[in-house]
């Protein structure tokens, strides 16, 4: 059968840009399904989407005229339903029968075939192939009404018939064309109120040509380039637009600030990150043909916190900003235009005065709030409302200072034990690293966490949300204070996000956790859990935060001891959520370590235990699985398994053995291998040698099978019995130090 290729497009005002990439895709694909569903296009077709500011459009290959007729068995009803008594057709047959297009003819050839326990009657047929008129026609309505449109539009058209008047159509913008093309061939499909015809229109400055005529589907992209001055593909656009932008860069030997931190990449890997950045998807949706142009501003405003002109450029204006080869604002800046004039100089000289009253809006308000410090900024936080069951940002700043102070007081702690403990256990590693200096740490860890929100109260912050915290280190240090406050009131909000850095420093580290914890104690306390689909406290994240910040600092901290540190600052306002509350947070870690390719298994096991100190998960997880790859793992952990049943029906046994009842000689042998064995692995796994700690535990293997094969547990003599019991205990809780090893049991 003759194939040709199809291209469709609908050409509209101009989409919504942060939806464009989504609605190409979406309508593209929906219509290959479609075309598809009805044989219209078979396994080899392939589909191209196409979108640009003002069209979505779909290039779909091998697609055919007509599709093959097919063979249908219709499944009608049960023989007793379908025929009486004497095999007549019943009136609910008959109906059926009209119901898929046969006649009362049809009966004849009915067949009957077993359905479970009843005999049914099917009926086949042939079903004609759709025309692809008619099919395209489903598929284009189906593409429109499954476009994932946040608000539609409601436009009038005028009709097309002889009594003059307007028709209502909804869609995203208004549309004003349809082409449909199957090769060279229009399609004759309808669609909003427009009939598809063989036109389009180009760019709407520098199009050659208006309308756009298309020979054929394949010349679509081509003509429209040449033609319209319109590069349709979306990634082509975007890709031409990046190839543009780094170009321009390097003639003003600088980098642009969407690279930074995608330096030692490969060209590819970099060209991807690039084409997912939200500005560089942005500005493709803006413009139908990218020409970069270079920008400069008055370099008086590199005074102003760089973060500051930064956001401004991108979020405000969609520039692209340039960075020297320190990681330092340039006057320079690219801007991505939607017209290529033979002199530029008019597109450059008006962005300029564009972008100039932003930045200065921006060195005003700098400039003013440096003329008050966060100190005398601390008050106004009380008239600021929170939470209205959890009172003013001032209480809430309290509440923060009282939660940072326990924490810096544990920390503290753990530093002056350190002394005792092995060079290579966890916490000894943890206070080694964080290095507190006893004398100003926990004065610093206040300090920042009383000033940590008065940015909240600055006109910078006021405009640009965004720049919370990092405004609050910038008037930190002109106020004068000490870069390990300024630095801890800047980090406080990390980690923000998955794969965000964490607080560089220790009092930062603090305050960020107080921060945290005092969110989800507060949210839980009230009852403000999150729900599948809402969370509009980020509790999720926050809690996240909690556990990298444990976790991946190494701080020496138990969490329920956290939890229960923080339950106190909030008084009577809240009920105790620590169940709860670590229940959460827990699934939360265990979600985060299968994404990091651990198996279910080993998370499992290792969290059953809800270790306090997240800091040595990784460690514990790691001798897991080294444990598993062992010849005797199998066998260890189906004995642990058939332990905990046994215990689970002794639940008061106390894991005390009289060596003079141990009568049987597995027994014996057992609490001998116990003996030797044991403490050694004890002392291993005080000294953070988790994974040494299991492998010794697996020489326990060929005593503990022989005991189950040669020793009755629940012996009929009571003390026998109990005996045997606690000698199980002792094993069950010796085994189970790292990680509950019955979760390994298959």
């Known amino acids: 059968m003759t194939t040709h290729n199809l291209l469709v497009e609908l050409f509209v005002e101009e989409l919504p840009p942060k939806a464009l990439q989504k609605l190409g895709d979406a309508f593209s694909a929906v219509l290959f399904d479609q075309l598809q569903a009805q044989g219209l296009a078979s396994a080899a077709s392939s589909v191209t989407p196409f979108a640009s500011p003002r069209r979505l459009a779909a290039h779909i290959t091998h697609v055919v005229a007509q599709a093959a007729d097919r063979a249908v068995q219709h499944k009608l009803m049960p023989v007793a339903v379908g025929l009486d008594a004497n095999g007549n057709p019943t009136p609910a047959l008959l109906k059926k029968l009209q119901a898929i297009g046969a006649g ?71 549309a004003h064309s349809l082409l449909a093309l199957h090769g060279s061939t229009v399609v004759p499909v309808k669609a909003l109120g427009l009939t598809a015809g063989n036109t389009t229109q180009g760019h ?48 003003c030997h600088a980098v642009l600030e969407v690279e930074r931190g995608l330096q030692g990449l490969l060209e590819a890997e970099l060209e991807s990150a690039l084409l997912d950045n939200p500005l560089v998807q942005e500005v493709t949706a803006l413009v139908e043909r990218p020409n970069v142009l270079v920008c400069e501003f008055e370099k008086q405003f590199l005074d102003v916190p760089q973060e500051c002109l930064i956001l401004t450029m991108k979020a405000n204006q969609k520039y692209f900003p340039l960075l020297d080869a320190s990681g330092k604002l340039t006057h320079q ?51 600021v409302v929170y939470h209205n069951k959890l009172g003013t940002q001032g209480e809430r700043t309290e509440r923060v200072r009282a939660i940072a102070r326990g924490i810096a007081t544990l920390l503290l702690s753990a530093q002056a034990q350190t002394a005792s403990q092995a060079p290579n256990h966890p916490a000894s590693q943890s206070a080694t690293h964080l290095q507190l200096d006893p004398l100003h740490f926990a004065s610093q860890v206040d300090t920042a966490a009383q000033l940590a929100k008065t940015d909240l109260l600055t006109d910078m912050v006021g405009e640009f949300p965004e720049l919370q915290g990092i405004m609050g280190g910038y008037y930190a240090r002109h106020d004068g204070l000490h870069d390990a406050v300024a630095h801890a009131i800047e980090d406080h909000y990390k980690p923000r996000f998955a794969g965000d850095e964490l607080p560089r420093n220790a009092e930062g580290l603090v305050v960020a956790l107080a921060d945290k914890l005092e969110t989800l104690v507060g949210m839980f306390g009230i009852g403000n859990l999150p729900t599948g689909d809402k969370d509009p406290f980020a509790l999720r994240r926050h809690a996240l935060g909690v556990v990298r910040m444990l976790r991946d600092a190494h701080l020496p901290l138990g969490l329920q001891d956290l939890i229960a540190l923080a339950v106190p600052a909030f008084g009577p306002r809240i009920t105790d959520p620590a169940q709860p509350l670590t229940a959460f947070v827990y699934d939360r870690l265990s979600g985060s370590l299968r994404e990091q ?123 026998l019995r109990l005996n045997r019991q606690g000698l199980l205990k002792r094993l069950h809780l010796a085994m189970n130090r790292v990680a509950d090893l019955s979760c390994l049991a298959s």
């Not at 692809?132 to 946040?150: C, F, M, R, V, W």
């Not at 009253?357 to 008050?379: C, G, I, N, T």
């Open 104 to 174: 009362p003819e049809a009966v004849s050839q009915l067949k009957r075939a077993p359905d479970g326990k009843a005999e049914a009657l099917f009926y086949d047929s042939v079903a004609h192939g759709a025309s692809l008129a008619q099919g395209l026609q489903k598929a284009l309505d189906d593409a429109i009404a499954k476009l994932p449109i946040p608000k539609v539009m409601s436009y009038q058209l005028e009709t097309d018939c002889e009594l003059p008047g307007w028709s209502s159509v909804k869609f995203v913008r208004p």
């Open 204 to 251: 709407r400055f520098e199009a050659r040509v208006s309308p756009v005529v298309i020979q054929d589907a394949d010349h679509y992209a081509a003509t429209l380039a040449q033609d319209g001055a319109v590069i349709a593909s979306y990634t082509q656009r975007s890709r031409d637009m990046i190839r543009q932008l780094r170009a321009k860069a390097q003639q």
């Open 333 to 383: 800046f690219l801007v991505v235009s939607n017209i290529s004039p033979d002199d530029a100089s008019a597109v450059i000289g008006g962005n300029e005065r564009v972008v100039r009253p932003r930045l200065a809006d921006a060195k005003f308000f700098f400039d003013q709030d440096r003329k008050k410090s966060l100190a005398e900024r601390v008050e106004g936080l009380g008239k």
């Open 597 to 719: 390719g651990f198996s279910a298994q080993e998370v499992e096991a290792v969290l059953a235990l809800h270790p306090q100190r997240l800091s040595d998960v990784g460690q514990r997880l790691s001798a897991v699985r080294a444990f598993a790859a062992l010849p005797e793992a199998a066998a260890l952990a189906a004995a642990n398994k058939r332990i905990g049943n046994i215990l689970k029906k002794a639940p008061e046994v106390e894991a005390h053995v009289r060596e003079a009842l141990l009568q049987e000689p597995a027994e014996q042998a057992l609490y001998a291998a116990m003996q030797r064995i044991t403490p050694l692995a004890h002392a291993q796994f005080e000294a953070g040698d988790y994974t040494t700690s299991l492998q010794t535990l697996a020489a326990l293997r060929e005593p503990v099978d022989a005991f189950f094969d040669g020793v009755m547990v629940n012996a009929e003599q009571t003390d």
